[in-house]
């Protein structure tokens, strides 16, 4: 009986001890200085407060400014820690894409962004530079609310997002490009539901090519940017209630490569000073019941505005009338 009582304690510490170990093991790492060229604390010790690579159990930080970069070698990579986190809310942390491996896969399971920038980079800096490397982020985004910025730098940069995105915050696509990006850029092959709207700021390119990809917030174009929608199974890339919002510039552009209608909430051409007119829009010879030149492809959107005030107050009157009727007969 006592040998019991003494295995019973024994097991008891045991159990104490391994989980008081894993409690005291899990922290929170912070990066204490940018990783050089080439250099990455993705997968290694390089500038974690820690002094290790990241593993499970811990959560990591990049912010104050300072940048994270992948691996510079050739393969796909997946972040050890429970979770990455760009930005504090204050101060934006940067995670720099320059792998070697054209298409490589860098997954992170739980991606957190305020004040968050991905970039997609040169593998070097020293002339003549190297062209940029197509990559692929893979895994979850959680947008809080200071939001992320997505930068591909050169036209011959490509940045595909296939994370799904979701959180509070909001998105702004970027580019180093000077001029309008014809092709590459952005790309979305994920279903997001993040809340917080996108912009796609000048001379930049977003190519969604999965439905939901835009969230459910508002999608504003800058001057000169452009938006591709496409490759969807229902074409629901915009929210129904979600307004797209152009800038008050002829090369500002929404290519619509699809067959079918994309139903939104608002329309504007000017910024969002006026709006378009209800029903379809499409572009010049689509058959909508209104073209812009701004749009090309086969594809409509269609304006269905939220009821209005009066329409909701009307619908009431309607209702109470009824009533009264029934009450009266």
Sequence with gaps: MLKKYFRFVLSAVAIVVVAFAANAQAATITLTASDGYDESSFNSAVHWSNAAAPQSGNDYVVAAGLVMRTPPTTGNFTFAGDSLALGDGSNFGQFNFKGTTSGAVITVDDLRLNDGRIYQVAQSTVPPLMPFIPQVLAGNISLETGGGWLWSHRVDAKLTISANIGGVGGLTIMTGESAPLST??????????YQGGTTIATYARLDVQKDYGLGTGNVTLSANSSLVLGLGDTNNYIDDL???????????AVELNYDGIDTIGALSFDGGATWAAVGTWGAPDSGADHTSDRFSGTGYLQIVPEPSALTLLAAGLVGLLAYAWRRWR
């Design 242 to 252: 979600a307004s797209l919002i152009l800038a008050n510039d002829t090369d500002t």
């Design 184 to 193: 590459n850029g952005v790309v979305f092959t994920g279903t997001n539901s």
